[in-house]
């Protein structure tokens, strides 16, 4: 019917040859003669050239609407986000300066300093405990390298082969995070331990490490500060604990901070205590290779139980981050009370006759994935419609109505506009269960 512009109803005098069908899920169809609908369209437009330019005016017609959909679907695409509401620009130069951007960077300058001047303690002192403290601080200035760059990649806008976007990146970067304090962290630090308990030496002078671990203590402390701030402050924006909000692995940027500092912080406590009782035990040492060893206080296995004590506490913490950020990647359900709540909230409106399916996943970082199969309330969703309109004026259209191509023309008005009308009807709902998860 569209190649020859004709209706239905200028095929209702044509044979038709009923056809059976050659998808089984389907009935048989009718077919006309080719003949018989070309002698059809040139008694309905007199002619092959009247057919032509009526055919070249609806592919107009159908172009044009096809340009104005694309070009406002790009609008829309462009200025909106999913919900309706502008779209922010993305600022990666202010991702930095609040939020887990800022702990992160903290974390890093004061990482990067404290990892430089145990380095230079353990080369003084040569301590087991002072170089499992050296290394952990370089692993988490790695890792939180790595983090920075999980937050920058994180904040890109969605595209065609990500629709979703890029959050999970941070969950990506703080479980590389956790595999490098694994290796690089408590890996090191447990083969330290283990050679200094294997093939113990002197140890020099720890006065310089105690003033490090010192500055350190006050580092770490001022960084795990900082990580608390922020998680009490998100926590609270969420109505979520402290506890469940680490627990469930949240804001996984500020989790690995919290973790490594805090980690740190009890460290830098244990490779103090094992190095004072390194140098508070044992009488002096003499090495058998040399005819006038120096005199050196302590017993050198306390300062490797030390390191294997650091060892095993970056272990444990990188165990952590693995298992609630695989678990996060996994995709978890959100709270049963939060379920619930947006299931009444659907069922309770006027315009939903009844939901199944329903499903929601907790990506993280504020952000629900929702999911539910809606059956709308033709009649409601119609009476809406009509409320904005001028019953009046419809009903001056409906008795001015005297052809069927008036009758089409007056059902495609008002079809398209209830559609329309439904339409809103599903962004309006979308909008109030966004309130309702946030």
Known sequence: MNEFCLKLSDLEQLRKIRRRSPHDDTEAFTVFLRSDVEAKALDVWGSMEALARERKHRKEEEMEYKENLFRNQQLLKEYKDFWGNTKPRSGKRTTFLQGPGKVVMVAICINGLNFFFKLLAWVHTGSASMFSEAIHSLADTANQALLALGIIQSVRNPDPIHPYGFTNMRYISSLISGVGIFMMGAGLSWYHGIIGLLHPHPIESLIWAYCILAGSLVS????????????????????????????????????????????????????????????????????????????LSGNPYYDSLGSLGVGTLLGTVSAFL?????????????????????????????????????????????????????????????????????????????????????????????????IDTLGAEVDRLEKELKGLIL
């Open 322 to 418: 693995i298992y609630t950020n695989t678990q996060a990647l996994l995709g978890r359900s959100i709270q049963a009370e939060h379920m619930q709540k947006l299931t009444e909230f659907l069922e309770s409106d006027p315009a939903v006759r009844a939901i199944h399916d329903v499903k929601a996943t907790d990506m993280g970082l504020s952000k629900v994935r929702f999911k539910a199969e809606v059956d709308f309330d033709g009649r409601v969703v119609t009476r809406s419609y009509l409320e904005k309109q001028d019953i009046e004026q419809i009903l001056t259209e409906i008795q001015q109505v005297k052809t069927p191509e008036e009758l089409e023309a007056f059902m495609l008005k008002h079809g398209e506009n209830i």
């Open 220 to 295: 770490e402390g001022a960084t795990l500060l900082v990580a608390i701030n922020e998680i009490k402050k998100s926590a609270h924006k969420q109505g979520a604990s402290f506890y469940d909000y680490v627990m469930q692995s949240r804001d996984p940027s500020t989790n690995v901070v919290l973790l490594e500092d805090a980690a740190a912080v009890l460290g830098v406590v244990l490779a103090a205590g094992c190095m004072g009782l390194t140098s508070l035990t044992g009488a002096r040492a003499r090495v058998a290779e040399s005819d006038t060893p120096p005199d």
